[in-house]
């Protein structure tokens, strides 16, 4: 099933179309590892416009990222002692905090059209941390971040 705004590219500094591109899937695949999932969570095909925001379970990261679950596992768990990320599985939804570090807005109405992606974004008790983190980094970027 196609999300909204999947059959358009969805600019960000880094292309999404590396996941698809011949040569890049060619590649020796990495090792299960903190350094590559986060990669992985800041950059992957699982990400939407709302930055910091992955929507996919554990079992659909590690088939894509051809690891088996458990290397999935161990990999997610540095990432999670390092207060790096937050999880739902059961949602499908993890939260990297400073993800919006790493893919800024552009503009107040980048800000405004996350609004948009808002439904795509699982229920979850996640969903307050999220809304309150961008909250809090986009007030820090101006007043019309900040009211965006």
């Known amino acids: 099933?196609?999300?909204?705004?999947?059959?358009?590219?969805i600019y960000r500094?880094?292309?999404?179309?590396?996941?698809?591109?011949?040569?890049?899937?060619?590649?020796?695949?990495?090792q299960p590892c903190g350094k590559a999932l986060w990669w992985f969570l800041i950059t992957g095909p699982f990400t939407i416009r709302i930055p910091g925001v992955v929507t996919a379970d554990e079992a659909a990261m590690a088939s894509k990222l051809?690891?088996?679950?458990?290397?999935?596992?161990e990999a997610f768990a540095e990432i999670r002692r390092e207060g790096m990320a937050r999880e739902d599985w059961d949602a499908g939804l993890i939260w990297v905090p400073n993800g919006i570090k790493h893919n800024e807005p552009e503009s107040p109405n980048?800000?405004?059209?996350?609004r948009t992606w808002w439904p795509l974004v699982?229920?979850?008790?996640?969903?307050?941390?999220?809304?309150?983190?961008?909250a809090e980094y986009t007030h820090s970027m101006g007043e019309a971040f900040g009211k965006a």
């Open 122 to 134: 699982p229920e979850s008790p996640l969903r307050p941390m999220i809304l309150d983190g961008l």
């Open 13 to 30: 500094k880094v292309s999404l179309r590396m996941y698809g591109d011949d040569k890049y899937r060619r590649l020796t695949d990495p």
């Open 66 to 73: 051809n690891w088996p679950l458990e290397g999935f596992r």
């Open 1 to 9: 099933m196609a999300r909204r705004g999947r059959e358009k590219e």
């Open 110 to 114: 980048v800000v405004k059209g996350w």
